[in-house]
Nanobody, 128 residues
Framework: QVQLAESGGGSVQAGGSLRLSCAASGYAVSTRCMAWFRQAPGKEREGVATIDGYRTTRYADSVRGQFTISRDNAKNTLYLQMNSLEPEDTAMYYC??????????????????????WGQGTQVTVSS
């Protein structure tokens, strides 16, 4: 059974940093496409960053240069380093994993429908 468990969320002031983690069990992260999504109240879930089995990454325009996605195969864990946080980054952040292996990033890799497995989310709140 695949399980994804996010951690690392919290409350920070604008300009601060957080690192989110997503520990996977029953699933090997090394060759799959994995991603971070976020959803703010009243808004649709949006793709933030994705990484494929070849460690190629893709970011939403809104976070490029601010967030960094990475993966530790030995720990079977996905990360999202978030710097220079702003109030508009406040959202529930979700880890997502695809079912295809090996997986390579494609134009639709930040589409929510590309991912089969989801974590429960971790809240990030940024105050001004």
């Amino acid at each position: 059974q695949v399980q994804l468990a996010e951690s690392g969320g919290g409350s920070v002031q604008a300009g601060g940093s957080l690192r989110l983690s997503c520990a996977a069990s029953g699933y090997a992260v090394s060759t799959r496409c994995m991603a971070w999504f976020r959803q703010a109240p009243g808004k649709e879930r949006e793709g933030v960053a994705t990484i494929d089995g070849y460690r190629t990454t893709r970011y939403a325009d809104s976070v490029r240069g601010q967030f960094t996605i990475s993966r530790d195969n030995a720990k079977n864990t996905l990360y999202l380093q978030m710097n220079s946080l702003e109030p508009e980054d406040t959202a529930m952040y979700y880890c997502a994993a695809g079912s295809i292996a090996p997986c390579q990033i494609s134009p639709g890799s930040l589409d929510v429908h590309k991912y089969r497995y989801w974590g429960q989310g971790t809240q990030v709140t940024v105050s001004s």
